[in-house]
């Protein structure tokens, strides 16, 4: 495991990439001296300021709506503790592995920018998590997304202090038993420190830069889907033509539009005709598509700044530079995460008209639902049903989770993001979007069994159509589709077309 290539972090630079290589395929993280540095910086300053007997909040006092109760040294450990007991509240699912992971990277790098006051010996404990692959049980629902991510991130600190619960090697165990077993002792949490791990963005952080990760490969398949739909329909390429994307000059029209041209050459399927039009589930495709990629585009800015930030409260900048403010407020990612969602789902909806055109007679020039013997069989008949479940529960889940607040904590809190819920319904529509492509991907592979295209399809549809037909063989009569739609879903997050 440790020839594995280090990530180092300093605070600033991390990139989405890493950030996801680390969450799922568990690469080796490390601090740089800087940023060591910087940490124990800050870390002195916090017990200057207990020494000093200063009010500063957070350090000498309560929390939210008891930011005016002035707390003694000699009870600031067991404020820091019963914060993160108390905060532990949530409920529901369990966030997956490589969430956890991504959260816990997410809050080393914000503690490598030095502006927390949280001691080395902290962080340092949550690096051993990290590479030895200890992830802590957390619950999905609790957060408001403002003071960022509270319960969450209290489970995730729990196990710090010997409590909560854990998987590690394979085996769920109490917090205690894994530190034990891991060769790690339990930290005791000083001034500041259970509020620089509870407060921040990194739970909704960890689900965008992930969630950003999977969306711009799924608008890949999404065009490879399109592009052998348009062979199988033997569309009019005059609508892939460069000129007509660069009257129209978004990036990523222009882009999809080259795309789709590149998958396409070599096929003996296409034609082009000043005379004929396709529907706009082909024709538009690089308009519908593209706008999606620059949303993409949009939203991997935002997450990127988001994971190279300080988001906790107060930010710690110098003896006498301790400041609070609100950057544990996750409206950023509240809204790009939203935006997010609309845009993937949007992918699913024109996805399902295309599924549609290839399972309808009058439109295909196919046999009805793609099977040969149509009344005993039903061919594909209902995994356009699926499809259309998908899409429409998304519509469900894309109503921006943003537009909402409910005032907590004595109304101190009075406006919260929802990032994280807005986060979840993006992942799940992702999820949905698989489902989606891999039933479309389905359909046009049995189009062209069916139609006898094999040695007229581009090279690129080729490749993908073998590619599924090495695990997947064609449906000759009945069986039960979704073993044949989880293969192929496998197929796409496995990343193997």
């Known amino acids: 495991m440790m020839n594995k290539p280090i990530i180092e972090l300093n605070g600033n630079d991390l990139s989405i990439i890493d950030m996801v290589s680390v969450a799922r395929n568990h690469k080796i993280v490390d601090l740089t001296d800087e940023a060591k540095e910087r940490i124990n910086q800050a870390a002195e300053i916090v017990q200057d300021i207990l020494n000093e007997k200063r009010m500063v909040y957070g350090v000498t006092t309560g929390f939210g709506y008891l930011q005016n109760t002035a707390v003694s040294p000699l009870d600031a ?67 408001l997304g403002a003071s960022g991510d509270l319960a969450p991130l209290a489970h995730l600190a729990l196990v710090l202090i010997g409590r909560g619960i854990v998987n590690y090697g394979g085996t769920r165990m109490n917090g205690l038993q894994a530190l034990d077993k891991a060769g790690l002792s339990p930290i005791k949490l000083i001034a500041k420190e259970g509020l620089a791990l509870l407060n921040g963005t990194q739970v909704m952080t960890s689900i965008a830069a992930i969630a950003v990760a999977d969306a711009e490969y799924l608008v890949k398949i999404a065009n490879l889907a399109a592009s052998m739909s348009m062979e199988v329909h033997q569309a009019n390429i005059d609508a892939l033509d460069p000129l007509i994307h660069e009257a129209r000059p978004h990036k990523g029209q222009i882009q999809t539009a080259q795309s789709i041209r590149e998958y396409l050459k070599g096929s003996k399927r296409t034609r082009q005709s000043i005379a004929y039009q396709d529907c706009y589930s082909l024709r538009c495709v690089p308009v519908v598509h593209g706008a999606t990629l620059d949303t993409i585009r949009f939203v991997k800015k935002v997450v990127k700044t988001e994971i190279n930030s300080s988001t906790d409260n107060p930010l710690i900048f110098s003896s006498d530079k301790i400041l609070s403010g609100g950057n544990f407020h996750g409206q950023p990612i509240a ?27 009058t439109l295909s020039g196919l046999p009805a639902f793609l099977t040969l013997r ?89 490749g993908v159509y073998q590619t599924i037909r090495k695990v997947i063989p064609m449906l000759k009569e009945d069986r039960e589709l979704s073993n044949d739609i989880n293969l192929c879903v496998k197929l796409i997050r496995n990343r193997n077309l």
């Open 77 to 143: 450990e067991k404020l820091q503790e019963n914060l993160v007991v108390s905060h532990s509240a949530g409920v529901g699912s369990k966030f997956s592995p490589e969430i956890v992971r991504g959260m816990m990277v997410l809050q080393v790098n914000k503690f490598a920018r030095g502006h927390s006051g949280i001691r080395l010996k902290v962080v340092s404990l949550l690096l051993d998590f990290l590479n030895k692959n200890i992830i802590p049980i957390v619950p999905s629902r609790g957060s």
């Open 335 to 361: 809204l790009a995460m939203d935006f997010l969602g609309i845009s993937i789902a949007e992918l699913g909806n024109i996805s399902e008209r295309r599924i549609e055109r290839l399972l309808n007679p």
């Open 374 to 462: 149509s009344g005993v069989n039903s061919g594909f008949m209902v995994a356009q049903y699926t499809a259309a479940s998908l899409v429409s529960e998304n519509k469900h889940l894309a109503f921006p989770a943003s537009i909402d607040s409910i005032p907590v904590s004595a109304n101190q809190e009075d406006h919260v993001s929802m990032g994280t819920i807005a986060a979840i319904q993006t992942r799940k529509i992702i999820g949905h979007i698989q489902y989606v492509l891999a039933i479309e991907l389905l359909c046009v592979s049995q189009a062209i069994d069916l139609a006898g295209i094999q040695d007229q399809v581009a090279p690129k549809s080729l």
